[in-house]
């Protein structure tokens, strides 16, 4: 196990030195300059070009490439261009945000999906499967700013119970009531995610329930409930966690339409805001992390299925 | 006897009612004002920046030596008072005494002369003063004289407008900063730059040294007395979060909302809305370098002709009060208000301009227009004008870009032919984008360069009117810009804000702002 750890660990070296060439190419090819979209429309040509030259963007790409790896190889992700910082810093200042989405959003789904799944396939097309299957459909379908929206009109507006949006930082202010501010984000988020768990949950519950050694489970006069949790659920479980996996590194850089929503300073909304304002070591700097936690989440899925199937044996 | 004595107690009691109505009318010192901004700027340096929402915050930690009254008139801010010697050759500026900045270090000759040293070699509308100076120097502790090579008229506007406008920082601040954008905040205006935390708010507090201005208030001139403790810009990108956000009460002051949105917020009891007089401008720019449109004043004008505002304004912007399809480049509130050359300005006629296009020699080609995504009224905008202008025939290649991508590729001219964008308000015409001759559409004929030179040359302001209605008239004929028409955004404040005026000039200030006094 702990050789295929490390193995996996080395494959991930060319992984992101490939993520490193593609994502620096991607972003010096699409044209724009970041000088011309700091000075704005009417700056001169003659002051971009001051800018560009101060910023190092008038070297050749080669070079630029060589100057920010070497700082990556040495944990300098670079300078901001938009907000005159560390990209590491600008990076942790969101991580906060984003984790906790992801960690609440998840906690979320998975005590939501996971129940209701299981309660839809042991219950299957009776009325309450129904419900269940045309609930999770409604909120697979409805766009998550419209959900955001309306939660925020009832809760926030309307009943005053939340805030709005925003999210003081809980790190710098020691506050831990500011996760109110977080309540409608992770519902929000949670929703039309738990919908999807569900419906894999039911789904792979019910491709498991017709297997021989379930028959054999029931055959050895076993209780419903062993049979439902340690035979049909545990092995359906695989491909539950794997989505799980992608939902988690989704929920952690890929919920921009949420954070904008909220005016929640996540990662998301900074990958998007950085690529419109051309922060180039922003972008190369997000981007890169994002890749090698989703490595690492791929990685823990994988090892987790040795868990789950007794049969999977990594060596 | 009794009657005057009755007379008195009533007079009394009517200056009681009035001292007291007045007392209760002012704003209370003290509490943070949180107000939701449409995003977050990339530096507060006003000298290289001129992007609106920089200066709406940058306005309160740093100040010019001019700034603009009411009517848009420049008036002292910094500066105590002035000469002018020479026929308008030379400037001498007095400056006040005595004001601190943000560090405690007190303003002299050489913060100023650094300022604007830096402004003008590196600043976005510095060249357009320091190309018409010959040297400006320190020739006192206070004093500053400019000297020009021959008489600038427009040297009061431009050192009084803000935005990409020549604020004053201190001496050691420059010379660390360069062509850099600034770092350390340091002003001396009301309140003083605290923190910016990203993603979440920029903080300012209030300035307890401010040495302000004694006379009335009146636009952003006159006394500016800072009644927050604290002011928190706060990005909201989402405008119906901003809206709701105020509704709530977790924002006292949102910006930039939709025109959809104007009437049933104006009913709203929840709301105040206020309107921002400074007009923004979507502008059409026509490649004068190559392709179809060079040097064709006549297909220019045909496409001009294919115009219709008014739909294009309904579209884009929304209410009728929130826009003027006027063909005036500088607002009606503004002393520059011109009709020369008007009548071309929204004929909206398919027809006229068919023929105008026959009679330039037109043949199909292909006119490439360029718009942005990434404001949504140029999108709106553009959508109209491209259905109207090929409804009259012209073969239109309509390319949509973000922002960014946008203005690298006008850079080229080989690119495309027309695209568009917006200007916001300006208080003189010389800080037009078409009266530069680098700016991407590369106005540059030999008409418009003399009447350049004598607008810039001529110190009577009648006088300098006259030369701008012959500029807007050839503006019309040569057709080097086309402009859609004036909008107006409005932003949204909680009722218990005091001390904002139904509409903001330019940019909403918050000094002599503050909440209503609790009774």
């Not at chain 1, 409604?138 to 119970?161: D, E, Q, Y």
Request: proline share 5%; aromatic share 12%; net charge neutral.
């Amino acid at each position: 196990m702990i050789a295929y750890i490390c193995r996996r660990f080395l494959s991930m070296i060319p992984s992101l030195f490939l993520a490193s060439v593609i994502v620096f190419s991607f972003i010096h090819f699409i044209p724009g300059d970041p000088a011309q979209v700091m000075l704005g429309d009417q700056a001169t040509p003659e002051r971009v070009q001051q800018l560009r030259e101060s910023m190092g963007l008038d070297r050749p790409l080669y070079v630029q490439y060589a100057k920010w790896i070497g700082g990556v190889l040495r944990g300098d992700m670079g300078q901001s261009i938009f907000f005159h910082k560390p990209v590491l810093d600008v990076i942790a200042d969101r991580a906060e945000t984003s984790l906790l989405i992801a960690v609440f959003s998840m906690i979320l789904i998975i005590v939501v999906g996971v129940p209701i799944g299981i309660l839809s396939a042991v219950r299957c097309n009776s009325r309450l499967d129904q419900l269940f299957s045309g609930a999770s459909m409604f909120f697979a379908s409805i766009p998550t700013f419209w959900l955001g929206l309306n939660l925020m009109l009832l809760f926030a507006v309307t009943l005053k119970w939340l805030p709005t949006s925003g999210f003081p930082s809980i790190v710098e202010s020691g506050d831990w009531s500011n996760l109110r501010y977080l309540v409608l984000p992770c519902i929000t988020l949670a929703a039309p995610n738990s919908a999807l768990i569900i419906r894999l949950t039911r789904s792979s519950m019910l491709d498991v329930a017709r297997a021989d050694y379930v028959k054999t489970a029931w055959a050895k006069g076993l209780s419903e409930g062993s049979v439902t949790m340690r035979h049909i659920f545990r092995n359906s479980l695989i491909s539950v966690v794997s989505a799980l996996g992608f939902t988690f590194v989704a929920l952690l850089a890929g919920t921009v339409v949420t954070e904008t929503v909220f005016s929640l300073p996540g990662v998301g909304r900074l990958v998007v805001e950085s690529l419109l304002r051309r922060d180039y070591p922003t972008i190369q700097g997000v981007i890169l992390i994002v890749a090698f936690v989703y490595m690492l989440v791929n990685l823990l899925v994988d090892l987790s299925f040795a868990i789950l199937d007794p049969r999977i044996r990594y060596s | 006897m009794k009657g005057r004595k009755l007379l008195v107690f009533l007079a009394a009691c009517v200056c009681l009612v009035l001292v007291g109505g007045a007392a209760t009318a002012a704003p209370a010192k003290g509490g943070v004002l949180r107000m939701a901004v449409i995003d977050e700027p990339p530096t507060l340096d006003q000298h290289v920046v001129t992007s609106d929402l920089t200066t709406m915050i940058a306005q309160h930690i740093f100040e010019g030596l001019y700034t603009f009254n009411a009517k848009y008139a420049p008036v002292p801010l910094l500066v105590q008072s002035d000469e002018v010697k020479d026929g308008g050759k030379v400037v001498v500026l007095h400056l006040r005494d005595g004001v601190k900045f943000h560090n405690g270090k007190v303003m002299d000759a050489e913060d100023v002369l650094a300022s604007l040293n830096r402004w003008g070699k590196f600043g976005a509308r510095g060249p357009v003063l320091f190309g018409n100076l010959e040297k400006v120097e320190a020739t006192g502790k206070l004093d500053i004289t400019m000297t020009f090579k021959a008489p600038f008229a427009p040297w009061k506007n431009l050192l009084a407008f803000l935005n990409g406008g020549p604020v004053i920082y201190p001496k050691d601040v420059v010379a660390t900063a360069e062509k850099k954008p600034i770092e350390q905040y340091i002003g001396t205006g009301p309140y003083k730059f605290a923190e910016r935390n990203p993603g979440r708010y920029i903080k300012l507090v209030r300035f307890d040294d401010y040495a302000s201005r004694t006379e009335p208030a009146d636009g952003y001139a006159g006394k500016r007395e800072a009644l927050f403790d604290e002011i928190r810009f706060i990005p909201v990108p989402d405008v119906g979060t901003r809206v709701n956000g105020v509704k709530a009460g977790d924002y006292d002051y949102a910006e930039q909302i939709l025109g959809d949105l104007f009437d049933s917020l104006k009913a709203d009891d929840a709301v105040v809305t206020t309107v921002n007089q400074g007009a923004t401008q979507g502008l059409m720019f026509f490649n004068s370098k190559t392709g179809p449109l060079k040097e064709n004043f006549k297909l220019r004008r045909a496409l001009q002709a294919a115009m219709n505002m008014e739909a294009v304004l309904r579209t884009a912007v929304g209410p009728k009060e929130l826009w003027k399809a006027s063909g005036s480049f500088m607002p009606d509130s503004t002393t520059w208000y011109s009709k020369s050359g008007v009548d071309a300005f929204s004929n909206g006629s398919a027809e006229k301009a068919k023929a105008l296009a026959k009679e330039a020699g037109y043949a199909g080609e292909k006119i490439t227009l360029m718009a942005s995504t990434s404001y949504k009224f140029h999108h709106d905008s553009t959508m109209v004008l491209v259905k109207q202008l090929k409804d009259a025939g012209f073969n239109i290649d309509y390319q949509i870009y973000d922002w960014a991508t946008l203005i690298s590729k006008r850079a080229d001219p080989a690119q495309w032919d027309i695209f568009f964008t917006h200007h916001g308000f300006v208080p003189d015409p010389v800080l037009y984008t078409f009266m530069s001759e680098s700016y991407p559409g590369w106005w540059t004929t030999e008409t418009k360069r003399a009447l350049a030179k004598e607008f810039s040359a001529t110190m009577d302001d009648a006088a300098r009117k006259l030369v701008w209605d012959k500029i807007q008239a050839l503006a019309y004929e040569e057709v080097p810009v086309i402009k859609t028409g004036d909008h107006f955004t409005y932003d949204i404040y909680s009722p218990k804000l005091d001390g904002l005026s139904a509409s903001s000039l330019i940019w909403p200030k918050f000094w002599g702002v503050g909440f209503k006094a609790t009774k």
